[in-house]
């Protein structure tokens, strides 16, 4: 799920067409029991919304950085 840099590794992330985070800019992508959906409200740098189970677990930047759990 991380990288070496602590990032989450969005192209790991896959929509029902096969589409990524890092080739399309909003949706929802899967990945098993975790998603990653767009954060429309975009506070603070916030791009992407990370979730477990549907259970938001953490805010992303466009890159994957962790910004806030």
């Given at each position: 799920?991380?990288?070496s840099?602590?990032?989450?590794?969005l192209g790991s992330f896959k929509d029902k067409h096969g589409n990524t985070p890092l080739t399309?800019?909003?949706g929802t992508f899967k990945n098993g029991k975790w998603s990653v959906e767009k954060?429309?409200?975009?506070?603070?740098?916030?791009v992407w919304k990370?979730?477990?189970d549907e259970k938001r677990i953490a805010s992303l930047d466009k890159n994957g950085?962790?910004?806030?759990k």
């Amino acid at each position: 799920m991380l990288d070496s840099n602590g990032k989450v590794k969005l192209g790991s992330f896959k929509d029902k067409h096969g589409n990524t985070p890092l080739t399309k800019n909003s949706g929802t992508f899967k990945n098993g029991k975790w998603s990653v959906e767009k954060d429309t409200a975009g506070r603070g740098g916030r791009v992407w919304k990370l979730k477990k189970d549907e259970k938001r677990i953490a805010s992303l930047d466009k890159n994957g950085k962790v910004l806030s759990k």
